[in-house]
């Protein structure tokens, strides 16, 4: 029954999901990860990049319309996450509870806007011509979006560590992560760097929501749809670890799709839930765990 | 009464009393309970609008018994627990005579136990998986054996050998396609397979390549709501538009073909008791109403055909009877020809609709070419005999 085809297009696409959960979880991941907030509104920059980009091809349309929406996604993606940061979520950062629940207001009173702006009907996103093509390869068929999806995961993933590694920001971000409290006394402004990672990750949510339109619908609730899968892979990933968060991103997706084989995509979504519940029995801390003083007590 | 003045007060409320009372007994309230926010919005808050038109009209045109209706609009919230609440406060609260609404088969189930136990009637507008059978609830909407078996008949004729059954998860699609899988084994057909998706999953990939695997003839669609932009969507970018593998759905209409762009369905078909192609001058002038009231653009369906002509049946049901009583209404309902605009209509005994069939398929303006139609009315039949032998309603026995 095991068809070779089958599995290998499967291997594909569980490729193919984990690029989505890695795109929809960085921001989390990040967030979480140097701040220890859990923002409840993330699902909601991702419905904002798929509103943005159905804005951009009304403005310009044509094959690269694409390639326009991408950057607009994610600098207004990163201006609400700006704002959100400095109005709400700085004024609560040493109250953990309170940001779980103001950012949950924050992401009903986002998505009654958007019902209220475009109407509880979806909006449809076209994906352009040169998109709308695939490969074929022995058997196999590879539409181009979910490749292009895959190759912009990729290079945020690259872009992400570059950032990480190789710039000052980054060595910010590190040295905050690592102890806040030693970081703030040698002269670092902390808030600064929490603000622009916070930016950064809801940009990287919104660039997801472009790519999530050339899939589905963009309707007010489809962070909803994406938001829980992100936790899984946050808190496999090892809460905060980008590493560990794309690790744990292409687990899930390859257990989502191969399992897909035999099961439907139902009784798939019960089996990934019970595959988490286990292996954080044996592994609490994660694929990777983090190393920081910000997670300890 | 202590004072003169709490006297006076008193006389005057009772007064004011009095004076509603006498003002309600010129009008009758009827509950119009849909889901006007939630998921459901987009196809219900149409349903509420026709609903709603009917009960213009026929006040504009004297009323019912010289009564005039007044509407009490309740929001289902797209929450099943919410439809049993706001049904048994408009029968408790607001004294209505009867209720129209509900849409999801998970709403309807919800409200049942509420009409029952205060004998009261509601009048359900969509196509459903049969498989009930109240006799709190008549069922305008297609049973099993008006819409999805007349869409196999016709692709069985068609000539199309193997089947792909696709659909959301939940009572629906589980039961209509239970009974094509029995019609399948008893005419020797091929499933090819049966796939369902989470309400509102978006995730087609392992079902495309299912559908690549096991190349159906057709693929029957009983997905619901969002779930089908994204199953279209990912079929075109998979290079199987609705062109190379047809696919006949059982949940879009007019209006959702065009939210979702007629691009990515046109070729596709349908089956549904009501089209707005429909050639007929009732029709006509039906569209033409709806449209002065909500916009030239405006997508008249099948379900709000279904609600408008639900309250013209309750009017006609209740003048026959002489009485807004549930029993009367009930009786003088069964049998009563309704002139509607999808022709003259009536309720069999099993208080579902007797009606005829269509195929359409979509063209490129988001409207159907009705390319296949039923020999005649089809009589509604709650329990496939094939799938649930031995099951008959109790209603029809009553």
Same mark, same amino acid.
């Given at each position: 029954m095991l068809d070779a085809t089958l599995f290998a297009g499967q291997v594909f696409n569980g490729f193919s999901v984990a690029s989505l959960f890695v795109l929809?979880?960085?921001?989390?991941?990040?967030?979480?990860?140097?701040?220890?907030?859990?923002?409840?509104?993330?699902?909601?920059?991702?419905?904002?990049?798929?509103?943005?980009?159905?804005?951009?091809?009304?403005?310009?349309?044509?094959?690269?319309?694409?390639?326009?929406?991408?950057?607009?996604?994610?600098?207004?993606?990163?201006?609400?996450?700006?704002?959100?940061?400095?109005?709400?979520?700085?004024?609560l950062s040493s109250r953990p509870l309170d940001t779980l629940l103001a950012t949950w207001g924050v992401s009903l009173i986002l998505q009654q806007a958007a019902r209220s702006a475009f109407g509880p009907i979806g909006v449809g996103v076209t994906a352009p011509d040169w998109l709308n093509t695939g490969l074929s390869l022995g058997g196999l068929y590879f539409p181009s979006t979910r490749i292009f999806i895959l190759a912009v995961a990729v290079v945020v993933l690259a872009g992400l560590g570059l950032l990480i590694a190789r710039t000052r920001l980054g060595l910010l971000v590190r040295a905050v992560n690592q102890d806040r409290m030693m970081a703030a006394a040698s002269g670092i402004n902390t808030r600064r760097v929490d603000l622009a990672v916070f930016c950064l990750g809801t940009g990287i949510a919104g660039l997801a929501g472009v790519v999530l339109s050339l899939l589905g619908p963009v309707t007010p609730s489809v962070g909803q749809s994406y938001i829980v899968p992100a936790f899984l892979v946050v808190v496999m990933g090892g809460l905060g670890s980008m590493v560990g968060t794309t690790i744990a991103a292409v687990i899930l997706g390859l257990v989502s799709a191969l399992s897909q084989i035999f099961l439907d995509v139902s009784m798939s979504q019960v089996l990934m839930l019970l595959f988490v519940i286990i292996f954080l029995q044996f592994r609490p801390q994660g694929v990777v765990a983090t190393r920081s003083r910000a997670l300890e007590g | 009464m202590r004072t003169s003045a709490t006297g006076a007060l008193a006389g005057a409320a009772t007064i004011a009393f009095a004076v509603s009372a006498a003002h309600a007994a010129d009008t009758v309230a009827v509950g119009v309970l849909q889901s006007l926010s939630g998921t459901m919005a987009i196809s219900e808050v149409t349903v509420k609008n026709a609903e709603t038109m009917a009960?213009?009209?026929?006040?504009?045109?004297?009323?019912?018994?010289?009564?005039?209706?007044?509407? /009490?609009?309740?929001?289902?919230?797209?929450?099943?627990a919410i439809f049993a609440q706001k049904a048994s406060k408009l029968i408790q609260n607001d004294d209505v005579a009867t209720v129209f609404g509900g849409w999801t088969s998970a709403s309807r189930k919800a409200m049942l136990p509420v009409f029952?136990?205060?004998?009261?009637?509601?009048?359900?507008? /969509?196509?459903?998986?049969?498989?009930?059978?109240?006799?709190?609830?008549?069922?305008?909407?297609?049973?099993?054996?008006?819409?999805?078996?007349?869409?196999?008949?016709?692709?069985?004729?068609?000539g199309k050998k193997s089947y792909f059954l696709v659909g959301s998860d939940?009572?629906?699609?589980?039961t209509a396609n239970l009974i094509v899988k029995k019609h399948l084994a008893e005419d020797g057909l091929d499933l090819a397979g049966e796939q369902y998706v989470p309400l509102g999953g978006t995730d087609f990939s392992a079902v495309i390549a299912k559908i690549r695997a096991a190349k159906p003839d057709i693929i029957f669609n009983t997905l619901n709501g969002d779930s089908n932009v994204s199953f279209f969507k990912q079929m075109?970018?998979?290079?199987?538009?609705?062109?190379? /593998?047809?696919?006949?759905?059982?949940?879009?209409?007019?209006?959702?073909?065009?939210?979702?762009?007629?691009?990515?369905v046109e070729g596709s078909y349908a089956t549904w008791n009501y089209f707005e192609t429909l050639p007929s001058d009732a029709n006509a002038d039906f569209v033409q109403a709806y449209r002065a009231l909500y916009g030239e653009d405006a997508a008249v369906t099948d379900p709000m055909l279904h609600g408008y002509l639900n309250v013209y049946a309750w009017k006609a049901a209740v003048e026959a009877a002489g009485s807004f009583d549930t029993d009367a209404v009930r009786a003088a309902a069964v049998g009563l020809d309704i002139d509607t605009p999808m022709g003259t209509v009536s309720f069999a005994p099993n208080?579902?609709?007797?009606?005829?069939?269509?195929?359409?398929?979509?063209?490129?303006?988001?409207?159907?070419?009705?390319?296949?139609?039923?020999?005649?009315?089809?009589?509604?039949?709650?329990?496939?005999?094939l799938t649930f032998p031995g099951k008959t309603c109790g209603v029809a026995t009553n």
């Open positions: 929809a979880a960085l921001g989390l991941a990040l967030s979480f990860g140097l701040m220890r907030v859990i923002n409840m509104a993330h699902g909601e920059m991702l419905m904002l990049g798929g509103y943005l980009a159905y804005l951009t091809y009304l403005i310009v349309p044509g094959p690269a319309a694409i390639l326009v929406a991408m950057p607009v996604a994610f600098l207004g993606a990163a201006l609400v996450g700006g704002l959100l940061e400095l109005t709400v979520i700085r004024r | 009960i213009d009209e026929i006040n504009a045109a004297g009323g019912v018994m010289g009564h005039q209706i007044e509407a /009490v609009i309740e929001d289902g919230a797209s929450d099943p029952e136990r205060a004998d009261s009637l509601l009048w359900y507008p /969509v196509q459903f998986e049969g498989n009930e059978c109240s006799a709190n609830i008549m069922y305008s909407g297609a049973q099993p054996n008006q819409q999805i078996l007349p869409a196999y008949e016709w692709a069985k004729a068609e939940y009572v629906f699609p589980r075109a970018a998979s290079g199987m538009g609705p062109d190379s /593998v047809p696919v006949m759905s059982f949940s879009i209409a007019e209006q959702e073909a065009r939210a979702m762009g007629t691009s990515l208080q579902s609709l007797r009606q005829t069939a269509y195929v359409g398929q979509l063209d490129s303006q988001g409207q159907f070419d009705i390319i296949w139609s039923s020999d005649a009315m089809i009589e509604p039949e709650p329990y496939d005999a």
